[in-house]
């Protein structure tokens, strides 16, 4: 994964952790970096692994969860200086499909405490960011499965802009980025409009 700042690691990442720590529960509250109004929170557990983690943000915001490869490192004061200055810290990639560096990484491994922000990228070639920043960390719920989504922003739909030229309003699920790049405005489609524009680059829509 590709460091936005460059540096030595200053985090250990996959400590030893006791059965406490790994029965607790971390509750992180995830959001697009371009466009933070799309958020999830997700709770996941002590002893579960980045991999979980990633299977869990691949689901809640609608990532394909068999193709791409993803990675998360960890925002880190840097000591030294006389301001405060931070770096990010690699602590592994994700393949969905094989063992990776972040597959046996344990999330209680890593030593978070609440106002730890992590990054998550999606897809090394359209670079979906995220980050990820930590909002507690509780005891487990009987009877609930880990990880899971707890809450996720209200959505606020749009209409499909060719279904509106004939003034009907469908919701869209594509975005038509050629489209909104001429527009300099977001274009939505709806399924059935999404084939007019088979020629451009259109992606889902995440709410």
């Given at each position: 994964?590709?460091?936005?700042?460059?540096?030595?690691?200053?985090?250990?990442?996959?400590?030893?952790?006791?059965?406490?720590?790994?029965?607790?529960?971390?509750?992180?509250?995830?959001?697009?970096?371009r466009?933070?109004?799309?958020?999830?929170?997700?709770?996941?557990?002590?002893?579960?692994?980045?991999?979980?983690?990633?299977?869990?943000?691949?689901?809640?915001?609608?990532?394909?969860?068999?193709?791409?490869?993803?990675?998360?490192?960890?925002?880190?004061?840097?000591?030294?200086?006389?301001?405060?200055?931070?770096?990010?810290?690699?602590?592994?990639?994700?393949?969905?499909?094989?063992?990776?560096?972040?597959?046996?990484?344990?999330i209680?491994?890593?030593?978070?405490?609440?106002?730890?922000?992590?990054?998550?990228?999606?897809?090394?070639?359209?670079?979906?960011?995220?980050?990820?920043?930590?909002?507690?960390?509780?005891?487990?719920?009987?009877g609930?499965?880990?990880?899971?989504?707890?809450?996720?922003?209200?959505?606020?739909?749009?209409?499909?802009?060719?279904?509106?030229?004939?003034?009907?309003?469908?919701?869209?699920?594509?975005?038509?980025?050629?489209?909104?790049?001429?527009?300099?405005?977001?274009?939505?489609?709806?399924?059935?409009?999404?084939?007019?524009?088979?020629?451009?680059?259109?992606d889902?829509?995440?709410y």
């Open positions: 994964m590709i460091l936005r700042t460059t540096g030595l690691s200053l985090l250990k990442a996959g400590e030893p952790f006791t059965k406490e720590e790994g029965l607790q529960i971390y509750r992180l509250h995830a959001q697009f970096v466009k933070p109004s799309v958020w999830r929170e997700i709770e996941i557990q002590g002893n579960q692994t980045l991999i979980d983690l990633d299977r869990i943000l691949r689901k809640a915001f609608q990532h394909d969860d068999f193709d791409h490869l993803s990675g998360f490192s960890q925002r880190v004061v840097r000591t030294g200086g006389s301001c405060t200055r931070y770096r990010e810290v690699d602590l592994g990639t994700v393949n969905p499909n094989e063992y990776s560096e972040g597959s046996d990484k344990a209680a491994g890593l030593k978070l405490q609440v106002g730890d922000q992590l990054y998550y990228v999606y897809d090394f070639g359209d670079n979906l960011e995220h980050t990820l920043d930590l909002q507690s960390i509780g005891s487990m719920e009987i609930v499965g880990y990880p899971r989504e707890f809450a996720r922003n209200e959505p606020k739909y749009e209409y499909c802009f060719e279904c509106q030229k004939n003034g009907e309003q469908n919701v869209g699920n594509w975005i038509c980025y050629t489209c909104s790049h001429k527009a300099q405005r977001e274009m939505v489609l709806c399924e059935k409009c999404r084939s007019k524009h088979e020629d451009h680059f259109v889902k829509f995440i």
